[in-house]
């Protein structure tokens, strides 16, 4: 069980460390029409989407790990917290926050790429 975004972009919001309204990070509001969560990205949205990837980005913890996370979990199915943490050397609560900002980072990724690629980006979250 989870939650997921689907639209222009898909996918799967990060267990714990990510809220259905993240993508509110980049510049727009979700509307919500019932149950789901309903973004609409425009082309005039940009400079926002990519402002905020930029502050993404610029986290130090982004800056110190991202590269050596990727590589551990490169081709992984399964993520063992403990075991990641330890290799990052970062403690739980460092690594739960790190979690957040590389979930946040690429929500706003896919934003962007579908904005550039089709001119804006629809999509509907579901909340818990």
């Keep these: 069980m989870g939650r997921y975004y689907h639209g222009d972009i898909e996918g799967k919001f990060g267990f714990g460390c990510q809220s259905s309204d993240d993508a509110d990070f980049f ?23 990519n402002e905020g990837i930029k502050k993404c980005k610029e986290e130090n913890l982004i800056v110190k790990h991202l590269d050596k996370y990727n ?33 946040r980072l690429h929500l706003g990724l896919q934003i962007k790429e579908s904005i550039e690629k089709k001119g804006q980006c629809y999509f509907e979250a579901d909340q818990c």
């Design 71 to 103: 590589e551990i979990t490169k081709d992984k199915t399964y993520i063992n917290r403990e075991e990641i943490s330890s290799q990052l050397g970062i403690d739980d609560d460092t690594f739960w926050k790190f979690l957040k900002i590389n979930a």
């Design 27 to 49: 510049g727009v509001t979700g509307i919500e029409y019932d149950s789901p969560l309903s973004y609409e990205f425009e082309k005039s949205d940009l400079d926002k989407v």
